[in-house]
């Protein structure tokens, strides 16, 4: 990971760049949190009536998925250049 991203992700963060990955990581947690709690929604909501809903429900579950790849992959950036 290039220097000027490692610095973006700890001033987005408001983290000492020694705490960097374990700040990441916090956040990794909690969304993969919510990507599980969106999924028991989804696979409880999955039968109701209201597509759209139903559609909105597995985009976002989708969407939040990939935020998490996302995520991982930056964590790894992070450690390879420590």
Excluded: F
């Excluded at 935020?67 to 390879?80: G, Q, S």
Aim: proline content about 2%.
């Amino acid at each position: 990971m290039r220097t000027v991203d490692t610095v973006a992700w700890t001033e987005s963060l408001g983290v000492h760049p020694g705490l960097l990955e374990r700040a990441m990581n916090e956040r990794l947690r909690r969304m993969q949190d919510a990507e599980e709690d969106l999924r028991g929604l989804y696979n409880a909501m999955k039968e109701a009536p209201d597509e759209e809903m139903v559609l909105s429900l597995r985009s976002a579950n989708r969407s939040l998925t990939q935020a998490v790849e996302c995520m991982e992959a930056c964590i790894r950036l992070v450690r390879r250049a420590t």
